[in-house]
Antibody, heavy 118, light 109 residues
Framework: EVQLVESGGGLIQPGGSVRLSCEGSEFRLNINYLNWVRQAPGKGLEWVAVLYSGGATYYADFVKGRFTLSRDDSKNTVYLQMNSLGAEDTAVYYC????????????WGQGTVVTVSS | SYVVTQPPSVSVAPGETARITCGGN??????VHWYQKRPGQSPVLVIYYDRDRPSGIPDRFSGSNSGNTATLTITRVEAGDEADYYC????????????FGGGTKVTVL
């Protein structure tokens, strides 16, 4: 079954860092572009970042240099390194990718929860 | 960066038609995608490229996009359609290209 599986969330101290992982199953992440989308408690969906197959990356304005995307093709995994975290980064983080819908996200992971709190 | 606006809520009786709008400057020149989000679940793509339906999505879901408004229409609304709906597009002229609307809560009366 085609799927994405996130991991790496947890309770993080303010100012701390965490690395989220998104592993693809039954398809190659390096031929798609992998996005991260988050949803803070009680808020809407918010686009975070995209890693294109050629390696280009783009980030939401609120990231302000704190997050970095990378990919390990041998593990079919994309990573989101998040630094200098604040309470406003508390959210469920989803990875998502287009598979059969051109540039719309038709495959989503189950989400991983990041809580930034002391 | 490009801003899109959705009404916070829409209420509809079962069997009726719900219309959810997504407004933006000349949004008709962009391709709009729509997602359904239920609490505790991952989002589901219901319409892509303004009006295309992924496999498995009922034909009760349809989309249109023209001028300054894109619209998701749900006909013969069922209780199971109660969810938040988000429009999404790519602003390819921006360094921050991914854009989501604020979401619309659809309540089935």
């Amino acid at each position: 079954e085609v799927q994405l599986v996130e991991s790496g969330g947890g309770l993080i101290q303010p100012g701390g860092s965490v690395r989220l992982s998104c592993e693809g199953s039954e398809f190659r992440l390096n031929i798609n572009y992998l996005n991260w989308v988050r949803q803070a408690p009680g808020k809407g969906l918010e686009w975070v970042a995209v890693l294109y197959s050629g390696g280009a990356t783009y980030y939401a304005d609120f990231v302000k240099g704190r997050f970095t995307l990378s990919r390990d093709d041998s593990k079919n995994t994309v990573y989101l390194q998040m630094n200098s975290l604040g309470a406003e980064d508390t959210a469920v983080y989803y990875c998502a990718t287009p598979l059969n819908a051109r540039d719309a996200f038709d495959v989503w992971g189950q989400g991983t929860v990041v809580t930034v709190s002391s | 960066s490009y801003v899109v606006t959705q009404p916070p809520s829409v209420s509809v009786a079962p069997g009726e038609t719900a219309r959810i709008t997504c407004g933006g400057n000349n949004i008709g020149t962009k391709s709009v995608h729509w997602y359904q989000k239920r609490p505790g679940q991952s989002p589901v793509l219901v319409i892509y490229y303004d009006r295309d339906r992924p496999s498995g999505i009922p034909d009760r879901f349809s989309g249109s996009n023209s001028g300054n408004t894109a619209t998701l229409t749900i006909t013969r609304v069922e209780a199971g359609d109660e969810a938040d709906y988000y429009c999404q597009l790519w602003d390819t002229s921006s360094d921050h290209p991914g854009v989501f609307g604020g979401g619309t809560k659809v309540t089935v009366l």
